[in-house]
């Protein structure tokens, strides 16, 4: 099954390109799979890592995902996806609810995204400066609320043995592009 979000997942996401560079599109959920498949999460989450942007970023459909892959990578997937309808705050705000009171496998593949977008983010900046954060919707200001936000919440509900070691990585990315507190 893992196999097969990976290819559905490709060809999804064919000839689209990262927002801050000219990587392959897929290279992004490939990297959140595999922190996934790395911690021993179930095959669920690893699936939905694969096909957590499908949904959001190409004509595929949630009702596509479930057809193909059932009703409990649905659910991952429909819990990640934003809704492209409402401004960049309001979506972020949804996130930043979703992983507040998320059953911990939700948790586990934003907070996977998140900590791969934001790597992602400090490369940019090494490389471009602060010409990075013209790539982006937001800037340094909302982007430091929305990752700080996620970094807060992820672990509200969830017992500490539960969080994986990538949980702490993406609180120390948050303090070395954001600054603490």
Not at 2 to 9: G, L, N, R, S, V
Not at 42 to 57: N, S
Not at 66 to 87: N, Y
């Amino acid at each position: 099954m893992k196999q097969y979000a990976k290819t559905f997942a490709e060809k999804a996401h064919a000839g689209q390109k990262r927002k801050s560079s000219d990587a392959p599109y897929i290279s992004h959920p490939i990297r959140v799979a595999e922190r996934l498949e790395e911690n021993g999460f179930t095959d669920e989450v690893v699936c939905a890592g694969y096909l957590h942007d499908v949904v959001e970023d190409t004509p595929y459909e949630m009702k596509d995902i479930k057809c193909e892959f059932g009703e409990r990578v649905a659910k991952l997937v429909a819990a990640h996806t934003e809704d492209k309808s409402k401004s960049w705050q309001e979506r972020k705000q949804h996130t930043i609810d979703t992983i507040t009171y998320a059953q911990k496998e939700i948790k586990y593949l934003i907070v996977a995204d998140k900590l791969d977008n934001l790597l992602e983010m400090e490369r940019d900046l090494k490389l471009q400066g602060d010409a990075a954060w013209d790539k982006f919707s937001a800037g340094f200001e909302k982007q430091k609320w929305y990752n700080q936000s996620i970094a807060t919440n992820m672990y509200v509900g969830l017992d500490p043995n539960d969080a994986p070691d990538y949980f702490g990585e993406f609180e120390e990315a948050v303090e070395r592009v954001f600054g603490a507190g």
